[in-house]
């Protein structure tokens, strides 16, 4: 095995994750504007490019299948929509009146360890309630929809079906008082998780597949197989779905031509058609 897969198997998780949140508290700690946060998004989106081509777990998904222009659209609009959440915050904490139990003295890194645990909680279970309500479903399924799994499409999603999730995963946040920079770290480390989450690197964590919801356990929820996909919906960790009893690891994750919408190979692959087909009647 040459030396860089082998590194890069082993390493790429734990580094992209604890370098890329490290630079980003780091720049917030000396006062770097807020939009210094996409720059090393962009950056991180590289580096996740450069492991999959090292270290595939897959090599067939590194190849567009006519779907990078649909990604690029669904990134842009969904990481648009996020940047616009975090300036509207301090209007929305305004208006709302909170608990002020923030623990605004402690360190930085601290305090995005706080939000990142309490959003996790909000989302999973948004996740959750998304494969069991049929309209919330409808709306999941676009990202349910993928054909190939790498970083770049973990930001792909329906965007009331993102609202909905921010909305679940932020709103006790709000209450709890958090200030606007530790929002933009907080939807800083939801990219990167993302981007971790469907990565096509063959990453190996050993036990730290049963708390970390990255590639390895998260490959089980694309499963096409409704009843075999429905399971490992944490964002973050994996703590809720053992409480749920929906956690799953193991060796037969999914490969080329087993992800996608349960029943619907037919699915659209356009953007516009896309945010469309929730409202479809019969669907």
């Known amino acids: 095995m040459p030396l860089a897969r082998f590194l890069v198997r082993l390493g790429y998780a734990p580094v992209f994750f604890a370098g890329f949140l490290g630079a ?20 991180a989106l590289a580096v996740s490019f450069t492991a999959e081509r090292l270290a595939p777990y897959e090599p067939v998904w590194n190849r567009p ?5 649909r990604d690029l659209v669904h990134a842009a609009v969904n990481e648009g929509s996020i940047v616009l959440s975090v ?26 360890a706080v939000a990142i645990l309490v959003a996790d909680f909000g989302i999973t279970l948004a996740h959750y309630a998304s494969h ?8 999941h399924a676009v990202h349910h929809s993928v054909e190939r799994m790498y970083g770049f499409n973990g930001l792909l999603k329906h965007p009331l079906h993102q609202a909905i999730e921010l909305t679940a995963g932020v709103a006790p946040l709000v209450l709890l008082g958090m200030p ?3 929002a933009w770290l907080l939807a800083f480390a939801v990219a990167i998780q993302l981007v971790l989450q469907h990565s096509n690197v063959d990453m190996k964590i050993g036990p730290l597949i049963y708390i970390w919801a990255v590639a390895p356990a998260h490959r089980h929820h694309h499963l096409a197989s409704q009843t075999e996909g429905d399971v490992n919906f ?5 703590l809720w779905d053992h ?30 058609r896309q945010l469309a087909e929730p409202f479809r009647r019969g669907v």
């Open 243 to 272: 409480l749920l009893g929906t956690f799953r690891s193991g060796a037969d994750t999914p490969r080329t031509g087993q992800i996608g919408v349960s029943g619907r190979p037919d699915y659209p692959r356009g953007y516009l």
């Open 132 to 139: 069991r309500i049929p309209a919330l479903w409808r709306l």
């Open 180 to 182: 606007s920079d530790v």
């Open 65 to 69: 299948n006519g779907d990078a222009g």
């Open 234 to 238: 944490g964002l973050f960790t994996s």
């Open 24 to 43: 980003a508290v780091t720049l917030a700690e000396w006062g770097a504007p807020p939009w210094s946060l996409p720059v090393l998004l962009g950056l």
């Open 87 to 112: 300036l509207a915050l301090p209007l929305v904490s305004g208006l709302i009146p909170g608990l002020d139990v923030w623990p605004s003295g402690w360190p930085l890194w601290g305090q995005l």
